[in-house]
């Protein structure tokens, strides 16, 4: 710290030197380049890393995050385009296919039995599952 002043005070110091008595002897000046303020600059900034580091882990382990304990889950995401994609999220007992675009989240179906388990999802299988889910709600609609 003491070597960030003297390096912020280095253009002022031939105005000090001019302020300071003939009589007195003034202290030498601190180089701000000397290995020990450079060691003191570089431990101070990496201490503020590790800080910043830690709060990151500590706020993402006791999920301080907005959103975090809501009680929904993405269960499985179907990329339909280059923007636009399926979503399945789980809500409680019930799940939503969710179609999500260009700034816009549309509700596609609201499902009262689940159609793919959160914890068990394969990554193929949700294409599929949907596709069954579908077709088995548009038979009994019929």
């Not at 031939?14 to 570089?42: F, I, R, S």
């Not at 260009?102 to 009262?112: A, C, H, I, K």
Request: proline share 9%; glycine share 8%; charged share 15%.
């Amino acid at each position: 710290m003491r070597g960030l002043i003297a390096l912020c005070l280095l253009p002022l110091s031939p105005l000090l030197a001019a302020a300071t008595p003939t009589g007195t002897a003034a202290p030498p000046p601190v180089d701000p380049v000397a290995p020990g303020a450079v060691v003191q600059l570089v431990l101070g900034l990496l201490a503020v890393i590790a800080l910043i580091l830690l709060l990151a882990w500590l706020v993402r382990r006791v999920n301080l995050l907005p959103g975090q304990r809501s009680g929904m889950q993405v269960v499985a995401v179907l990329p339909l385009g280059q923007r636009e994609r399926a979503v399945l999220v789980q809500v409680g007992e019930q799940q939503l296919l969710l179609g999500v675009g260009n700034g816009q989240v549309t509700l596609l179906e609201r499902f009262e039995q689940p159609v793919l388990e959160p914890t068990r999802a394969a990554p193929g299988a949700f294409a599929q599952r949907l596709q069954e889910a579908l077709t088995r709600q548009r038979e009994t609609r019929q």
